[in-house]
């Protein structure tokens, strides 16, 4: 199945802890569970502005980036699980 995000929304599929992707990264307190890698399958073609053009998406398919779960959509495909948030509500970049 081909999912293709609309306008500022990106697919990430999570990194699971055994995974090693780029740098590592430690978020501590008790909602450390929410806070999380994914990498970037799908990005919409950016946010509509109120001038009727579009600001394009900084981030790009391939990227490894940092998100919190608690304002991303779970989408459930087969038997993998996928999320879909704002480039807005993501918090950052992982580079190596």
Known sequence: MDIQ???????????N???EVGA???VGGENSEQVTRGVVLGVGNGKPLDDGSLRRPV?????VVVFSQEY????PVGD???YM??????????KE
């Open 80 to 82: 993998e699980k996928y």
């Open 24 to 26: 590592l990264l430690t």
């Open 72 to 75: 991303a959509a779970e989408v």
């Open 17 to 19: 802890k055994k995974q």
């Open 5 to 15: 995000p609309l306008f500022d929304n990106v697919l990430i599929k999570k990194i």
């Open 85 to 94: 948030i704002s480039e807005e509500r993501l918090f950052g970049i992982v």
């Open 59 to 63: 981030i790009e398919k391939g990227m």
